[in-house]
């Protein structure tokens, strides 16, 4: 079977000529689609970290109130746990003496910012402005010089992970979510807890005075995971037992 060349200006194209070039142009356009949509990857902040031991960390989020902190903080010393606690600036300043019983108890001190805004509406200057603010005020309340954040409301972007890490801090989620500041119960509390739980997690509660069921569910959650032979350590001692995902 005869080919007929196509005269396209100067050049002669055959029609098996013009479909070659339509394949390489689709495999060019293709290729360079996915070389750009795999060139961005969202940066994400650490949630839970790969290990073989069963350990586990323990966290508490405090921005309101005096009434919580204190028995919550008795339950951890009763049981010889060590938690990491992400406290407000403007909390610290309020209330001075819990966050230095807090240290002084040997738990590891880390921001929940300053302002309880999210973050991501803020450019990265405003960003790095707030994380600086609090952590002025939590080293000037407890002398500790915490570099590990969790942002208010859990809220991130690109801005927030890149002006946390300019300010020499890792931003840290969660990977179990007790919902204790919703007041759900305290059995929903701890079956959320204890189900979710694996080698590794990071598990978020709360020592604000607007969570009403935390200091009944913790000593249960504490015993049941114990039961399991989980043991609790910090944020920052589980980190360097393995890689954070």
Known sequence: MDVKPTIVGFYHFTTRGKLILLAAAIIFFGISSMV??????????????????KIIALTFDISW???????????????EIHSTFFLSGPWC?????????????????????????NLSTLSRSEIKEEISKAHEAIKEVTEANPNLIRTPNGDYND????????CGYQVIQWSVDSLDWMNPGVSTITERVIKRTQPGSIILMHASDTCKQTTEALPIVIQELKKQGYQFVTVSELLKKGEAK
């Open 93 to 117: 300043r309020q209330y001075p003496e819990i966050p230095q019983r807090i240290k002084k108890d040997g738990h590891e001190i880390a921001s929940h910012g300053y302002r309880h805004v």
């Open 159 to 166: 801005e927030v992970i890149k002006g946390a890490q300019e």
């Open 36 to 53: 750009y949509v795999n060139a961005y990857h969202r940066l994400k902040p650490i949630y839970d970290v790969p290990v073989t031991e």
């Open 65 to 79: 109130g005096n009434q919580t902190p204190e028995p919550v903080i008795e339950i951890l010393k009763k049981n």
